[in-house]
């Protein structure tokens, strides 16, 4: 894995190098540098890493998961605000399973960051709720619920919204 930084200087050289072929009238290896260059900047947006830790998350494996995120050495310096959010709330869904202090700390911080997809927004707001929740705040609970219905355009979390909704009532 490089660093974001270290992506874009190897990007622009090759597209240096493919233009420098053009020049030379090598049209075809101008061609191939410039699809090779697109790898790299594809990976400046989206980190390769959490890309896999994505992979691993969608097989229900959270143990793979954590052990993709390990490889991030330093979040802040490898990796751009929203990926930074994604590490953030990837490690939320991780320690959702045993450490409720420790994922509501990341989920807040994955908030602060910023995700991409509204859905996954609402899926850390629903979260931070449950938290809540068995935390005995009802006034944050019920707060972050309203924002998660709203965020859900899809309808995909209203079965859990309404769940977590026929709980507080019982609190």
Do not use: C
């Not at 390769?48 to 979040?75: C, H, S, V, Y």
């Not at 850390?124 to 709203?150: D, P």
């Amino acid at each position: 894995m490089f660093n974001k930084n270290i992506k874009l200087v190897i990007a622009g050289s090759i597209i240096a190098y493919a233009v420098y072929q053009f020049v030379e009238g090598e049209i075809g290896n101008g061609i191939f540098l410039l699809l090779l260059s697109s790898i790299f900047i594809f990976l400046y947006f989206r980190n390769e890493i959490i890309l896999l830790a994505f992979l691993r998350m969608r097989k229900q494996d959270l143990a793979g998961t954590q052990n993709w995120l390990r490889k991030i050495k330093n979040p802040e310096g490898a990796l751009t605000p929203k990926q930074q959010g994604y590490y953030n709330y990837l490690h939320g869904i991780i320690f959702s399973q045993t450490n409720l202090t420790q994922a509501e700390k990341y989920f807040k911080k994955a908030l602060k960051l910023g995700l991409t997809m509204d859905y996954d927004v609402a899926m850390a707001k629903l979260s931070l709720a449950g938290i809540a929740m068995q935390k005995r705040r009802k006034r944050e609970a019920t707060m972050l619920l309203k924002e998660a219905k709203k965020l859900d355009k899809n309808n995909m979390l209203t079965e859990q919204i309404r769940m977590m909704q026929q709980q507080m009532k019982k609190l």
